[in-house]
């Protein structure tokens, strides 16, 4: 409920409980929810009882995530098929349940902020819409999102407040983490929390599927091993989800970070300097993210030790034009869609992936989500979705700073 911890630091789990490897073995006849209620019940049995545990994470996967075979030995999970159509609904709709679970027995109202690159404000909007007593605010930046992903959390006479940062998904993040800290804030009478992958609480259900992923090589071949999973980055929340699960024990030999231009990550991973920059905008724009606030969270994970972590991790960046022509080439080869943030795992896969080795990467989002770049990549055209058409909904419309974000939380 806390969000960011009070001195500014994220939160990570004070131990990772390890699953018996007994789990592994049946793993394959096992479906996301029955891994899911195990998974949670080891993270957090302590705080919230075994049937509430159960409840809530089979209210949040309401959809499949399956996983499909796009060539030999290389399989793309399919994170697309909940409410707006990214992996994104998983944490969100788990969040949404835990916070009204634990907001019910304060009884205060709880005010819910999200800073978002793309897909993060539809699938908040869609996890929290008409929760009681929570408001969600959305802050996004100016030109950064599709007319899709905008309708997705413009709703009229909803929970919901929409509010356009004139800046950067940076900036929008910055302003976001500042009021977690601010001291009147944190004096009102209302639980001011975040729904970005800050809230460790987004991340542990998105553990969930890596699992899930492991599964179903495991049904197809029994004795399924080396498994590398590439991850497309932007905040590096669903790398750090990946990490937990395999620190719980999931047999991964390793991950592979990919990213568009923005490339701070994999190059982090060549040179050891972790060095945040100014973000550029590319297609693939959920992933367009400079200062990745959960990299700290990954040096946790590896206790700062560089080697250890870069003998897990591989890492390459793509430009624009080599995503758009995967995406093309995909399409004609494999008669596969890919959507430009999926393109750019699965060029990384192919990039890292040795013989033997049994690759995964993940599909982040729906192609129809981002249907410029499909159109202009591809040719398929995605009609515009009505909503996306009709979206009108009141934008509050701020510089990027603390006060004006602050005017709007105090106000109502
Ligand atoms: C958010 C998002 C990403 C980046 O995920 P992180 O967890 O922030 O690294 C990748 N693809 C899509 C489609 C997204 O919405």
Same mark, same amino acid.
């Given at each position: ?8 630091g994220?939160?990570?789990? %004070?131990? =990772?409980?390890?699953?018996?490897? &007994? ?11 029955? =891994?899911?209620?195990v998974?949670a ?9 075994? &049937? @509430?545990?159960?409840r809530i ?8 995530i ?22 994104? /609904?998983?944490? $969100? ?8 679970? *634990?907001?019910l ?45 905008k309708a997705q ?24 983490? $500042?009021?977690?800290t ?20 987004r991340l542990?259900?998105?553990?969930f599927y890596f ?7 495991a ?14 980055c932007?905040?590096l ?20 970070? $990919?990213?568009? $231009? ?10 050891g300097l ?16 400079g200062?990745p606030?959960?990299i700290?969270r990954?040096f ?17 960046s793509?430009? /624009? ?20 943030h999926?393109?750019t ?5 192919k990039?890292?992936?040795? @013989?033997g ?5 993940? %599909?982040?989002a ?15 055209? *995605?009609?515009?979705?009505?909503a ?14 603390? @006060? ?9």
């Amino acid at each position: 409920m806390t969000g960011l911890a009070p001195d500014g630091g994220l939160f990570m789990p %004070e131990r =990772i409980p390890v699953i018996p490897s &007994a789990f592994f073995k049946n793993i394959g006849e096992m479906g996301i929810r029955e =891994i899911a209620y195990v998974v949670a019940d080891m993270m957090l049995g302590e705080d919230i009882d075994s &049937a @509430d545990i159960k409840r809530i994470v089979f209210d949040t996967f309401s959809f499949d995530i399956p996983l499909v075979e796009l060539e030999r030995e290389i399989f793309a999970l399919e994170l697309f098929h909940g409410p707006t159509l990214a992996f994104k /609904d998983v944490g $969100a709709r788990f969040l949404a349940r835990i916070v009204s679970h *634990f907001g019910l027995t304060a009884e205060q109202k709880v005010k819910v902020i999200v800073a978002t690159s793309g897909d993060s404000g539809g699938a908040v909007a869609n996890g929290f819409l008409d929760v009681p007593g929570v408001e969600v605010y959305i802050l996004f930046p100016s030109g950064g999102l599709s007319a899709v992903q905008k309708a997705q959390f413009c709703i009229p006479n909803a929970n919901i407040t929409p509010i356009e940062v004139h800046g950067t998904f940076d900036d929008c993040q910055r302003i976001a983490k $500042a009021a977690f800290t601010d001291s009147e804030l944190r004096s009102t009478d209302f639980i001011l929390t975040s729904a970005n992958s800050i809230n460790i609480c987004r991340l542990l259900p998105q553990m969930f599927y890596f699992f899930h992923a492991y599964a179903q090589l495991a049904r197809r071949n029994p004795s399924v091993k080396d498994v590398v999973v590439s991850v497309p980055c932007g905040n590096l929340g669903n790398l750090t989800a990946g990490l937990l699960a395999w620190k719980m024990g999931l047999p991964v030999k390793r991950f592979v970070v $990919a990213n568009n $231009a923005n490339a701070v990550t994999s190059d982090y991973l060549k040179s050891g300097l972790f060095e945040p920059r100014r973000t550029v905008r590319t297609v693939a724009r959920s992933m367009d993210v400079g200062n990745p606030s959960n990299i700290h969270r990954i040096f946790d994970l590896f206790d700062n030790d560089f080697n250890a972590l870069s003998q897990m991790l591989g890492g390459y960046s793509f430009p /624009d034009a080599e995503i758009m022509e995967c995406m093309a080439d995909t399409y004609s080869i494999h008669n596969y869609l890919l959507d430009p943030h999926g393109a750019t795992a699965y060029m990384a896969l192919k990039r890292d992936l040795a @013989d033997g080795e049994q690759g995964i990467f993940l %599909e982040t989002a729906h192609p129809s989500k981002f249907p410029r770049a499909v159109r202009d990549a591809v040719g398929v055209d *995605f009609k515009k979705p009505a909503a996306a058409e009709n979206a009108k909904c009141h934008v509050a419309k701020i510089p990027p700073s603390l @006060d004006a974000l602050k005017k709007i939380l105090l106000a109502d």
